[in-house]
């Protein structure tokens, strides 16, 4: 696994001219926050050794590096699920590999079902902690220390500091920012009523099928982590209505610009 990731790491130091600080992750429908990053040099993950490939619509499988908010960064445009048929290892490989690369900051997107009945569709939800509901453990196996401790502490897995910077510049510029957890479910079929009744009940406000893998990782190899959903459906009893990934990609979209202008006004202040 350590040669696998440094031969990785190897090929895109030999790529990227300039190695960022800050990695992003852009979920569906949110990868057009890239026409916001300059002088971009786009590297197909089919170009990346030992990357898998996306399969999911509206995530095209490109690695980004470029300019966001006047800072150098480092964008996934699409990411890899568990329920694609993908091991845990091969999902939060690209975190390992942006260890490797020595990326401080992770900021992660995704777009997920509103259970909290004050959400609508559209809102801006920020990440301040997660409910792991997946089947297998990221860091389940043979612990390398290089890596990180074999037990690593996740009480503040969405890094405090991170996340009253992005309070302050939404209320700044006036952008409606929601709070709430987060409970990450293997997919793909979206929640039946009771489900969403049920993950509500246990402390969630949004669920999705991505993230907290990638947030363990990210934790497990020391990076501060920044994370928000879209709410692009809502799981509220008297409020779920029949859902598809267009419409879900169709509410993300709407969101988008606002939260980009959050990460960008971030990055520039980090």
């Known amino acids: 696994m350590l040669e696998t990731i440094k031969q990785t790491a190897d090929y895109?130091?030999?790529?990227?001219?300039?190695?960022?600080?800050?990695?992003?992750?852009?979920?569906?429908?949110?990868?057009?926050?890239?026409?916001?990053?300059?002088?971009?040099?786009?590297?197909?993950?089919?170009?990346?050794?030992?990357?898998?490939?996306?399969?999911?619509?509206?995530?095209?499988?490109?690695?980004?590096?470029?300019?966001?908010?006047?800072?150098?960064?480092?964008?996934?445009?699409?990411?890899?699920?568990?329920?694609?048929?993908?091991?845990?290892?091969?999902?939060?490989?690209?975190?390992?590999?942006?260890?490797?690369?020595?990326?401080?900051?992770?900021?992660?997107?995704?777009?997920?079902?509103?259970?909290?009945?004050?959400?609508?569709?559209?809102?801006?939800?920020?990440?301040?902690?997660?409910?792991?509901?997946?089947?297998?453990?990221?860091?389940?196996?043979?612990?390398?220390?290089?890596?990180?401790?074999?037990?690593?502490?996740?009480?503040?897995?969405?890094?405090?500091?991170?996340?009253?910077?992005?309070?302050?510049?939404?209320?700044e510029k006036n952008i409606k920012l929601q709070h709430g957890v987060y409970i990450g479910l293997q997919g793909p079929t979206f929640e039946t009523p009771a489900e969403y009744n049920f993950l509500r009940i246990i402390g969630g406000d949004a669920v999705g099928m991505s993230t907290v893998p990638e947030v363990i990782v990210a934790n497990h190899a020391g990076m501060k982590v920044l994370a928000f959903s879209i709410i692009t459906d809502l799981g509220v009893i008297g409020k779920i209505v029949e859902v598809s990934h267009e419409d879900v990609q169709e509410a993300a979209k709407i969101a988008q610009p606002k939260m980009a202008e959050i990460m960008r006004t971030i990055i520039q202040k980090i």
């Open 12 to 171: 895109l130091k030999n790529r990227i001219t300039e190695i960022p600080n800050t990695a992003i992750i852009l979920g569906t429908g949110l990868g057009e926050l890239v026409h916001e990053i300059e002088d971009k040099n786009e590297i197909p993950y089919t170009e990346i050794p030992n990357f898998p490939v996306s399969t999911v619509e509206g995530h095209s499988g490109k690695l980004i590096v470029g300019t966001l908010g006047g800072k150098k960064v480092l964008a996934m445009q699409g990411r890899f699920h568990y329920y694609e048929g993908y091991d845990m290892k091969q999902v939060t490989f690209p975190i390992r590999v942006f260890q490797a690369l020595n990326i401080k900051y992770l900021f992660v997107s995704n777009a997920a079902g509103g259970m909290n009945s004050s959400f609508d569709v559209g809102d801006i939800m920020l990440i301040e902690d997660h409910i792991n509901l997946f089947p297998e453990h990221p860091l389940h196996g043979k612990n390398f220390n290089e890596l990180g401790t074999r037990f690593p502490d996740m009480s503040e897995a969405y890094d405090k500091s991170l996340r009253l910077m992005a309070m302050e510049i939404a209320k």
